[in-house]
Protein backbone atom coordinates (compact mmCIF):
# COMPACT_ATOMS: atom_id res chain seq x y z
CA UNK A 1 0.00 0.00 0.00
CA UNK A 2 0.76 3.80 -0.86
CA UNK A 3 1.77 5.72 1.69
CA UNK A 4 0.03 8.85 0.23
CA UNK A 5 0.34 11.47 2.86
CA UNK A 6 4.30 10.85 2.83
CA UNK A 7 4.35 11.19 -0.77
CA UNK A 8 2.74 14.43 -0.72
CA UNK A 9 5.14 15.41 2.16
CA UNK A 10 7.97 14.69 0.26
CA UNK A 11 6.35 16.17 -2.92
CA UNK A 12 5.92 19.59 -1.22
CA UNK A 13 9.23 19.82 0.88
CA UNK A 14 10.96 18.74 -2.91
CA UNK A 15 9.25 21.92 -4.28
CA UNK A 16 9.72 24.30 -1.28
CA UNK A 17 13.50 23.17 -1.30
CA UNK A 18 14.21 23.86 -5.25
CA UNK A 19 12.16 27.03 -5.16
CA UNK A 20 14.71 27.99 -2.17
CA UNK A 21 17.69 27.07 -4.09
CA UNK A 22 16.74 27.92 -7.44
CA UNK A 23 15.30 31.63 -5.52
CA UNK A 24 19.09 31.81 -3.84
CA UNK A 25 21.03 31.04 -6.89
CA UNK A 26 19.40 33.83 -9.11
CA UNK A 27 18.85 36.23 -6.64
CA UNK A 28 23.36 35.96 -6.16
CA UNK A 29 23.61 36.07 -9.75
CA UNK A 30 21.61 39.11 -10.24
CA UNK A 31 23.49 40.82 -6.64
CA UNK A 32 26.67 40.18 -8.20
CA UNK A 33 25.49 41.99 -11.50
CA UNK A 34 24.59 45.11 -9.59
CA UNK A 35 27.95 45.18 -7.32
CA UNK A 36 29.92 45.99 -10.48
CA UNK A 37 27.61 48.17 -12.89
CA UNK A 38 28.95 51.73 -11.45
CA UNK A 39 31.45 52.54 -13.45
CA UNK A 40 34.18 50.56 -11.50
CA UNK A 41 33.02 51.58 -8.17
CA UNK A 42 31.63 48.40 -6.08
CA UNK A 43 28.47 48.32 -4.49
CA UNK A 44 29.76 46.25 -1.34
CA UNK A 45 25.74 45.67 -0.10
CA UNK A 46 25.04 44.06 -3.19
CA UNK A 47 27.99 42.22 -3.42
CA UNK A 48 27.73 41.08 0.30
CA UNK A 49 24.15 40.06 -0.19
CA UNK A 50 25.55 37.83 -3.17
CA UNK A 51 27.83 36.33 -1.12
CA UNK A 52 25.24 35.58 1.58
CA UNK A 53 22.89 33.94 -1.16
CA UNK A 54 24.97 31.76 -2.83
CA UNK A 55 26.29 30.47 0.84
CA UNK A 56 22.27 29.27 1.95
CA UNK A 57 22.46 27.75 -1.77
CA UNK A 58 25.54 25.77 -0.66
CA UNK A 59 24.45 25.08 2.93
CA UNK A 60 20.98 23.94 1.52
CA UNK A 61 22.73 21.79 -1.65
CA UNK A 62 24.92 20.48 1.44
CA UNK A 63 22.27 19.52 4.02
CA UNK A 64 20.39 17.75 1.26
CA UNK A 65 23.45 15.90 0.64
CA UNK A 66 23.78 14.96 4.02
CA UNK A 67 20.35 13.75 4.42
CA UNK A 68 19.75 11.64 1.27
CA UNK A 69 23.60 9.70 1.42
CA UNK A 70 23.41 7.55 4.34
CA UNK A 71 26.95 7.57 5.32
CA UNK A 72 27.09 10.86 5.44
CA UNK A 73 23.87 10.94 7.75
CA UNK A 74 25.36 8.60 10.01
CA UNK A 75 28.76 10.54 10.17
CA UNK A 76 26.88 14.29 10.73
CA UNK A 77 24.47 12.37 13.62
CA UNK A 78 27.90 11.13 15.28
CA UNK A 79 29.21 14.39 15.15
CA UNK A 80 26.09 15.86 16.00
CA UNK A 81 26.09 13.91 18.82
CA UNK A 82 29.14 14.31 20.25
CA UNK A 83 28.98 18.30 20.29
CA UNK A 84 25.36 18.25 22.42
Given at each position: ?I?????????????????????????G??????????????????????I???????LA????????????????????????
Amino acid sequence: MIDWFGFVIVAITTLVGAGFVVTMYSLGVRLTAVSGDDDGRVNHAAKWGSIVCFGFCILAVASAIVLIVPAFSSAAGQIVGSLF
